[in-house]
């Protein structure tokens, strides 16, 4: 048997000989999470103020409301599970709160809170889940086809199209959204990762056309998850200003 | 002219301190020709790997300031020279002699996966296009510096290298990379897919991402070798989909 210790196991929690500031990024990381999180949470019990003219807030949609439901339940929290295990479970975020909140690790060879031998990662309850990602992307794919319909009707004010700045919000927020859910690491394995070989049929050719295209939204899906993250956040914060009355939409046309 | 002040590690696993050394500067110097000027002005016993001095051959990996680097590939005016430059071994494998250490869990590691198993001995079938191993082509970069390796927290701070028991093992991401060179090759057939779930345990990575921001050859370890490899052990073990499709169709 080969001697394998590692001199690091000793570490504490934050030890390193790092001298940059590597612990920038994991806070901002928590910082902006936290603030969407927060964010959303308050959005989403509110209940009210999230539609306006033609805008739905994605954080409804689709709005499902039920006569049998207590009138305190907000029909955005029948909804917004399925979008917080699709980013849950996204392989981008997985990294981010792992380094974020759960320290392991803070940041590259820097020392962790608990750097014993039962750390289990991925393979027991509940990461072991993760597993399922493919699956809350399926998922996914339904909402951004509603969410492209909400798009689409808010350029519609009662019958005749315009445009106001809320139209617009949706549909950049659409956009990034359709960014990030088709530039998940499981649809690019599906779409033809998980082909050994690209030339082998017709089949097997359009597949890899359509794995490398993808393949360079990938490389990106960090920007898109943040970025995304941010539109949809924003969206709903306008549409509720506007129908608070605090905001009045602007329209262009 | 320019003057640094390199502080490098020497001793060895039990005992062993940051000994200062005042280094001249040239133009274009890297850690490794201040290590050598150690080695020819000052210390001819300091003890350390390296070989091509060209960031080929993956022998001169320590960790400076802290950074898990290639000393070759670490240029001096990329600090701060008014700072000390502190020069440790990799910390993931034990130490031999200041910045050597002993890396062969490695090589033990390597030995315990499949080697490449092609379709046909008959070399006169192979044929094999482009666009079939380019993703293949990235992971040959890997020039085996370890690097990876030693950033990885499943092996530097939970110290996953259990190869007799295999319970507690986490291959790690160089072999991670090797794995996804054969699992994607399009003239191979052996089936490496159970190994990598129960033996290499892909599932002990959390895809921080450490050794792709560390690997000086700059291959998209995570993205482009451990995840794909982890979707592929859902497609075997996690998928309750795949798994009636294969029953019905019996294609993979
Ligand atoms: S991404 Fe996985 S293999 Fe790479 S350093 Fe992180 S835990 Fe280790
Ligand atoms: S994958 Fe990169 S960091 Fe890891 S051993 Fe190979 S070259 Fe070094
Ligand atoms: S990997 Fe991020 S959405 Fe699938
Ligand atoms: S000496 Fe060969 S990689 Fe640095």
Redesign the pocket.
């Known amino acids: 048997m080969v001697n394998s210790a590692s001199m690091a196991t000793n570490d504490n929690f934050g030890q390193t000989e790092r001298r940059d500031a590597w612990w920038l990024a994991p806070l901002l990381t928590a910082l902006g999470l936290g603030i969407f999180g927060i964010y959303a949470t308050w959005a989403a019990f509110q209940g009210v103020n999230y539609e306006w003219g033609p805008y739905l807030s994605p954080f409804y949609s689709p709005l499902l409301q039920f006569s049998w439901l207590p009138r305190w339940f907000s029909p955005a929290l029948l909804i917004l599970p399925f979008p917080l295990i699709f980013r849950g479970s996204c392989y981008y975020y997985r990294k981010a709160y792992y380094r974020a909140y759960f320290v392991d690790p803070p940041a590259c060879a820097v020392g962790e809170i608990l750097p014993h031998k039962n750390y289990k990662g991925e393979t027991a309850f509940p990461f072991i889940l993760q597993n399922l990602h493919r699956f809350t992307f399926y998922i996914a794919v339904i909402f951004i086809a509603i969410l492209w319909y909400d798009a689409i009707v808010a350029f519609d004010f009662g019958g005749k199209f315009g445009i106001g700045l809320g139209s617009l919000i949706m549909l950049v927020n659409i956009i990034l959204l359709s960014l990030y859910t088709f530039s998940c690491h499981s649809w690019r394995h599906l779409i033809g990762g998980r082909l050994d070989c690209f030339s082998c049929s017709k089949m097997t050719e359009a597949r890899h056309k359509a794995w490398s295209r993808i393949s360079l939204f990938n490389e990106h899906h960090m920007l898109w998850a943040w970025m995304s993250l941010f539109t949809v956040g924003f969206t709903d914060l306008y549409i509720r200003m506007v129908a608070a009355g605090v905001w009045h939409d602007w329209r262009l046309f | 002219m320019a003057e640094a002040l390199l502080k490098v590690y020497r001793g060895d696993e039990k005992t062993g301190k940051l000994v200062d050394y005042k280094i001249p500067v040239e133009a274009g110097m890297v850690v490794?020709d201040a290590v050598h000027y150690i080695q020819g002005y000052y210390s001819p016993d300091l003890a350390v790997r390296?070989?091509?001095?060209?960031?080929?051959?993956?022998?001169?990996?320590a960790e400076v300031n802290g950074k898990p680097s290639?000393?070759?590939?670490t240029r001096l005016d990329d600090f701060d020279l008014s700072q000390p430059i502190e020069v440790r071994p990799i910390k993931t494998f034990p130490l031999i002699k200041d910045l050597v250490t002993d890396v062969s869990w490695n090589y033990e590691v390597n030995k315990t996966i499949a080697p490449f198993k092609p379709k046909t001995e008959n070399t006169d079938e192979w044929k094999v296009y482009q666009e079939d191993v380019d993703r293949v082509q990235e992971f040959r970069k890997c020039?085996e510096?370890f690097l990876c390796q030693d950033v990885c927290h499943v092996l530097r701070n939970h110290d996953k290298k259990d190869l007799v028991n295999k319970k507690d093992l986490f291959a790690g991401p160089r072999f991670m990379v090797r794995l996804a060179g054969l699992e994607m090759h399009p003239m191979d057939v052996a089936n490496r897919i159970p190994y990598i779930k129960n033996e290499a345990g892909v599932g002990y990575c959390n895809i921080t991402k450490c050794c792709t921001e560390v690997c000086?050859e700059e291959i998209h370890i995570t993205d482009n070798a451990i995840i794909p490899l982890k979707e592929r052990v859902v497609d075997e073990y996690y998928d309750p989909i795949l798994k009636m499709w294969r029953a019905i169709t019996g294609k993979s």
């Open positions: 490794l390296w070989n091509c001095k060209a960031a080929k051959c993956g022998s001169c990996s290639l000393m070759c590939k020039i510096c000086p």
